[in-house]
């Protein structure tokens, strides 16, 4: 059965970090893309990072460009996204997930991410002084 939990969110003040990781079973994750992605109270779900099966692109939104950091590690089945410099901003539940069909996008590409992928349930980042 596949299951994707995140953890590592918490309430942090501005400035500080914080380490999300995301466990994958059920998939052998080194084929699929993973992405994360955040919503916040009252506005649409935003698209944070994108990591490629062969960790070899990455892509970032432009409000967490520089600031934010996704890898994977395929051994254990996970994947990371490491946030620095957080803003009050940055305040909203995190989600991973993993996209269907790796066949069909490849191992280099991040595809567009939809519902009908595989997703994590959530984890709580709240930056607040």
């Known amino acids: 059965q596949l299951r994707i939990v995140e953890s590592g969110g918490g309430s942090v003040q501005p400035g500080g970090s914080l380490r999300l990781s995301c466990v994958v079973s059920g998939i052998t994750l080194n084929y699929y893309a993973v992405g994360w992605f955040r919503q916040a109270p009252g506005k649409e779900r935003e698209a944070v990072s994108c990591i490629s099966a062969s960790g070899g692109n990455t892509e970032y939104g432009d409000s967490v460009k520089g600031r934010f950091t996704t890898s994977r590690d395929d051994a254990k089945n996970m994947a990371y996204l490491q946030m620095n410099s957080l803003k009050p901003e940055d305040t909203a539940v995190y989600y991973c997930?993993?996209?269907?069909?790796?066949?069909?996008?490849?191992?280099?590409?991040?595809?567009?991410?939809?519902?009908?992928?595989?997703w994590g349930q959530g984890t709580q980042v709240t930056v607040s002084s």
């Open positions: 997930v993993a996209a269907r069909n790796p066949a069909v996008y490849g191992s280099y590409y991040c595809p567009n991410f939809s519902d009908d992928d595989y």
